[in-house]
Every structure is written in C-alpha cells, then in structure tokens.
C-alpha cells in the first residue's frame, strides 16, 4: 500500500489517488506532420520498465490535482514527487527521465512548435 | 486457409515417455509408486537451436509442443528464468470461455476452447477441463441491453451463449442473492456453458511433457539477459548460462515482455500490471458453475479441493512486484459477500498476484517485427489463461510460416499505426 505525500495535502493512503500512467507524453503538434507509425507511438506505445518510472497520478479524493512522481515499479519506492509541468530534480529521477525511448523521438521533437524544434 | 490451423498435432504421446493410464496407475501402486518417470528432462542448454520460445508459462510452453507436433519442428528450446508455469500460468484464477463481441476475438478464443476440448486426450495427462459453465451477471438496464448485444453477436458467430433471468439464475446458482434493493442487483445474465475451468499448473505440466516427449529442451532457472542480432536478422540470445543461437525467436513473457522487446529495441503499448487472485479454506460443494461480475469486479468458482477462487480487476498502476494492494481484494470481497452472503464468514487462506501485461485494446498482440526470425505473442492481460491453447497454436505456426494465418492476422503490431484496435475492454466483465 502506497503512502502517497500530495504536494498540497500531505500524506495520503493510495486509495485517495488515481495514477494517469506514463509522464511527459508530448502530444506532437498539428503543425509538424509526423508519420502514421510515429503518432501511433505517442497515442499507443509505452515506456513499461522494471524499475524507475515516471508517472502521473491525480488526488482524485482530496485536492483533484495533477503532479509527477518517480516510482521504482519493483520495489515500489517512491523517489521523487515533483510539481506538473516540471522534470524530475533527483539524481535517479532525472536517470529515469532521460532512460525512457521517447526521448529524441521524432514525435517528441514535434511537440515543440516549430520556431523551437532542433535546439 | 492454411491446413495446420485446425490440424491439432500428435494425439497422446508419440516419443519414450510412458503413458500415463489407469493400467500405469495399478502397475505403479502394486510396485509403491517407484517406478514413476519424470515427466520431464532437466535440459542443459545446447549452443543453437531451430527455435528459441522465450518463456516457460503456458503460452510459451504450449508453442513449443504445437511446433513439434503440427510442424515437425522439434530442434526447440524453451527457455525460463524461474520454475516453468511460475509466472502468471500458476497464478490466474482458472477460467475459460470464449464468449467475446468482435468476430476476431471469437476466432482466436473458440480456436482456443475447440483444443481445451480434447487437450487431456492430446497431452496423454488430466488437466481437469471442466466445462461447470461462465454466468455473467447484468446489475443494471444498460447491462442488460449491452448484455443482449454481446449475446447476439457471439451467437452469430456460432458461439453458445443463453441469457438467464434473475430467478433461471437463482435455480443454476442457489448461494446468489436475488434480492433487487442491493446495490449491486441481479437482473440477468449470460451464460456460456462449454465455459469452466481447467487445473492451470497441470497444463503447464501437460504441454511440458508432451513437449519434451517429442524432443523440445524445457531449460529453467536460466535467464535471458539479451537478444543478439546481425544487422536485421535475430542470431540467438544472450542468457545467464550464457549465449545460445537461433534461427528464430518466439518470445512469450507476458508482463516482462516489455523488458525483452527493451533488448531488441523494440517498443510496445503494453502497461504491466499487478492482478491479485486469493482462496479461501476449502468447504463443501456450493459452487459448481463460474460467476463474473461486470459491476462489482469479482468472479469466483470453487476448486475441487473445495477452495473458493476469486479475483478482480487489476491494480491501477504499473508493478512487477507479483503482488497489488489492499483496497482491490477488500472492495472484492464486498461486494461478493452481498451476492453471496454464505461467504461472509469464509476464511481467506492464501492472496498473491501476477503481472498482466494490459494492452490498450485488452487484445493480445501476436506479431512479426522488424527483426527478421524474432516473434511477440504478448498483451494478454488479464485473460490469458483461457487463450493457453489457441495462442500457442497460433504462435507457433506464425513462427513455423514467418506469416500470420487468418486468426492471428489482426493481432499484428501494426494495428497501432493503423487504428484498427479489437476493443474487449468489456468482454472481462473487470476493468482491465
């Protein structure tokens, strides 16, 4: 049973909490066309390692709000919780960031709007 | 149609395992059960093979024997990190039926209950098939109307399916409660009969004696730690007993199948997830049929030993750990104790949990990749077990051709470029 530590309420049992699967999944824009097979890997495929993941979960009992959270899917550890719309700031948080094959990913790269792209 | 789809391979036994029989049973009794064979070799690794199956579970063991029995292709090693049938075959809560919507999912499911049909009679040993049949319960209109269009549908594909109403289920099932201001109240179901369950560690055992009868090597406690290639050709895998060689590589590891496809480069839409199961102490027969609950998320049978099996729905967040969290079970239990009160005093005797790899669409993936000779035959989520036979056929002609037959075509990786996804997410009757 997890013991969550909700950035904004404390800790809480796992029941209060929904997890919403992998984290910093960019949706690729509109503007850079991709292929099928390439938007298929954002829509469908997905990081799935045995050990250090990052996710997302929702206190969906308590304040209903989104954060990021580094878990190690063996032993269940709780690393890092850390704000939406951020990236991990830990040593093994940020290991576990850049070990994900989404990363450089032609649908990675076109979540950013073009002015952006290659830097 | 290619004839080795419904070819079924060698009936009983073939090589120099002896047959198991009621004959065998006296001879042994009268000499105290000494001159039993084992059932199997502890094979030690050669340095190549014909075929590599990845995965000693049912699936993957089920390959295996069907390579060498329909395809003559017996130059085949099954390899296993832990104990084979230790994974998710000796953890599932038995049950089998092939009662899905889509006509893709009819095909592979009905192939699959078409062998468990005669499986005891093909592996020469007693898997207990028992076809007690699979009630599914409707607790709302919408259910019943859902519930009238699954019927449908798997009627048209030739399938069994009957719909019962609260008190024809009351007379099938006497411990149910039919009390209409529960919460949860029965209002109908479905009934597949040729459904039921069957001893899942003895179809595991089955497979891996008919297999290694006909020559396939059962490797255990050896762990694959890389797939080799050259250039887009798979040449064999790295293990911990060190490297051995393949023309080809079927892999069958259900939820460490995203770790495999990781060695090959190879990415997949699978979720691994934790499935909990538990039993109870063993009671008397009060059960002799399979219930599933959509609404509440529980199904239960009792074993012969008398045990009530149950089991839920998955846990909602990614875990190879073989074990989930408390508030599945106890939600489970709640509601199987207001449908079944006679429970509620029930001792629950063992709990565990597997790891489900869970696909987008709860539909498997059984696929050619972009490396030359290396196969998936994975996503099975939370209803692999019933598949045992059907995926193992299937897969090992896939691997046998390098092509996919009819039933196994619209299970390709490809289906996540193209859109076109086999939605069952309700065909479990538990969230998946």
Known sequence: MLLIDCPYCGPRDEAEFACGGEAHIARPLAENPISDAEFGSYLFLRHNPKGLFTERWVHSAGCRRWFNMVRDTLSHEIVEIYPMGSLPKSRRGKQAYADNWRRGTPAEAASKPQAKRGR | ?432
């Not at chain 2, 990190?81 to 089998?96: P, S």
């Not at chain 2, 093909?122 to 699954?150: C, P, W, Y």
């Not at chain 2, 990781?262 to 039993?279: E, F, H, K, N, T």
């Not at chain 2, 005797?349 to 990749?369: E, F, M, N, Q, Y």
């Open chain 2, 1 to 432: 149609m290619a004839s080795s789809e419904l070819d079924r391979g060698i009936k009983g036994l073939a090589g120099r395992a002896k047959r198991y029989s009621v004959f065998a049973l006296a001879r042994n009794a009268s000499r105290y059960h000494q001159g039993w064979q084992q059932a199997w070799r502890h094979a030690e690794p050669k340095k190549s093979y014909d075929v590599i199956i990845i995965g000693g579970g049912g699936h993957g063991l089920a390959t295996a024997y069907y390579l060498a029995s329909v395809h003559g292709i017996t130059n085949v090693a099954v390899i296993e990190k832990g104990w084979l049938g230790g994974g998710n075959t000796g953890r599932n809560t038995t049950i089998i039926r092939s009662n899905y919507l889509w006509d893709e999912s009819a095909a592979i499911y009905e192939h699959a209950m078409q062998l468990w049909e005669g499986l005891s009679q093909d592996l020469n040993f007693n898997i207990m098939f028992s076809q007690r049949g699979v009630l599914t319960i409707a607790h709302s209109e919408h259910e019943l109307k859902e519930m009238s269009r699954r019927v449908h549908a798997i009627r048209l594909n030739g399938i069994d399916s009957d719909i019962l109403g609260p008190d024809e289920i009351k007379k099938f099932v006497p411990i149910i409660n039919i009390d209409q201001t529960i919460r949860y109240p029965v209002m109908g179901g479905f009934l597949q009969k040729r459904g039921g369950t069957a001893r899942h560690d003895a179809v595991a055992w089955g497979y891996a004696r008919a297999a290694d009868d006909l020559g396939v090597d059962i490797i255990q406690n050896c762990e694959v730690t890389g797939l080799r290639r050259r250039g887009r050709q798979i040449v064999g895998v790295e293990t911990s007993k060190g490297f051995i060689g393949a023309k080809k590589v079927g892999c069958v590891t259900a939820g460490h199948s995203s770790v495999l496809a990781d060695m090959a480069g190879l990415r997949l839409p699978i979720a691994s997830r934790p499935l909990q199961a538990l039993v109870s102490e063993p009671i008397k027969p009060i059960l002799d049929t399979v219930i599933m609950s959509n609404a509440v998320h529980m199904y239960i049978s009792q074993s012969d030993k008398g045990e009530m099996v149950l089991g839920a729905g998955v846990d909602k967040y990614n875990s190879y750990a073989q074990r989930g969290s408390w508030p599945v079970p106890e939600h489970m239990l709640a509601a199987a104790v207001e449908l079944f009160p006679v429970l509620s005093r029930l001792r629950m005797l063992r709990h565990w949990g597997g790891i489900v790899d869970t696909c987008p669409d709860a539909s498997p993936i059984l696929s050619k990749t972009d490396i030359e000779g290396l196969y998936f035959n994975c996503g099975w989520g939370t209803g692999g077990f019933k598949a045992t036979p059907g995926s193992g056929h299937v897969f090992a002609d896939l691997i046998a051709h390098d092509a996919p037959n009819r039933i196994a075509a619209p299970y390709a990786l490809k289906r996540f470029e193209t859109g076109f996804l086999i939605d069952e997410h309700g065909a479990a009757g538990v969230a998946h």
